[in-house]
């Protein structure tokens, strides 16, 4: 059975791509910081017949996703992953706190290349898919600090697609809209995040179209 490890897998659209992933035959690696949401995702996932494992892995900290990678490898051979885990703080520029401006840095640049680098050797053939965002396609207002994390991101993952285009290993850019999850629950940037499409809808799209290098979803319901 081929493994895919899946971060931020808790909730969200990490936890719906783990379910579908999981009825396409994949045993998943549900990852996070924490145990309790994983815990959920597993149980669904059980529960439909597919097989899951949780990896309790903070993806910031490069000795423990080295450490982490290396065990998991020594009884698992891994096919996949999916860099799904993000962060987001909106506003005004100026406003924008120096934690909050670490909190993005670190999770969504720093942890998707540390992730990407220790997995990769583990590869002999397989697939590397990283979730954008639409932000890393075009500057939006008030998330200035936030689209240039998602940027960051476009330009490893185009680089790393022409490293790799005479191998066996596959890499995604996934570039989608706002969805309709808690993700807006503490930020007023988003007023309304019903007419988004729900991280279901996206994941399903995502995973029909698994074979593309790029896959655009906007965020608008159609």
């Known amino acids: 059975m081929k493994t895919f490890i899946v971060t931020g897998a808790g ?5 719906d791509l783990a379910i579908l992933l999981a009825q396409k035959g994949y045993h998943l690696l549900l990852a996070g910081r924490t145990s309790e949401k994983l815990t959920t995702t597993k ?21 423990e996703v080295i450490r982490t990678i290396e065990e998991i490898s020594q009884t698992i051979e891994l096919y996949g992953l999916v860099n799904n885990a993000g962060v987001g703080h909106f506003g005004p520029f100026v406003d924008i706190e120096d934690q909050q401006i670490t909190d993005m840095l670190d999770t969504n640049v720093l942890g998707t290349i540390l992730m990407t680098r220790s997995v990769l050797p583990h590869l002999r053939d397989g697939q590397i898919m990283n979730i954008i965002s639409t932000a890393g396609l075009r500057g939006k207002i008030n998330e200035v600090v936030y689209a240039a994390s998602k940027f960051a991101i476009r330009g490893f993952t185009e680089s790393l697609q022409k490293e790799y285009e005479d191998s066996k290993i596959k890499i995604n850019a996934v570039y989608m809209g706002g969805m309709d999850t808690p993700f807006w629950e503490n ?6 995040s019903s007419r988004f499409r729900s991280p279901r809808e996206v994941a399903e799209i995502i995973i029909d179209q698994m074979n593309q290098d790029s896959i655009i979803i906007e965020s608008k319901k159609s």
Do not use: T
């Open 11 to 15: 909730s969200g659209l990490g936890k």
């Open 43 to 63: 149980k669904e996932i059980e529960a439909e017949g597919g097989k899951a494992d949780i990896v309790v892995i903070d993806i910031r900290n490069p000795e």
């Open 187 to 192: 930020s007023d940037h988003v007023k309304d």
